[in-house]
């Protein structure tokens, strides 16, 4: 079974000025979601990002450099993610179609990325 991640992309803050009442309806279909997929057995992981504290990290003059983000222009930011098992990209397209993150809002949008399988990588390396 392959894993597939995917990135739940979203405009900054879309959802700050939520009622208190929406924002638990909107928890409560992404749990139920997502209990849907780990009783299925296709839920590897996922979790919610928090809004502040992200830190960039680049390369400038050849030395990291740590500066706050995202930025006021930033057009979307990622808000969450899921790692999902299926059996190939059509069947995790499938699933990706099934999250509440599209329908919460027209401007959310999913990416959805195959995870390399480092098993064997890691193997060669050792």
Known sequence: M???????????????????????DMTRRYMAWADSLRQKGKLAGGEKLV????????????????SDGPYAEAKDVIGGYFVIEARDAAEAEAIAREC??????????????PIEDMSQARAAAS
Request: no cysteine; glycine share 6%.
């Open 2 to 24: 392959a894993q597939y991640m995917l990135l739940l992309h979203q405009v900054p803050n879309y959802n700050m000025d939520l009622p208190r009442e929406k924002m638990l």
């Open 51 to 66: 809004a502040g504290g992200v830190r960039h990290v680049r390369i400038e003059n050849g030395k990291p450099v740590a």
């Open 100 to 113: 509440p993150h599209l329908a919460i809002s027209a401007t959310n949008w999913v990416e959805l990325r």
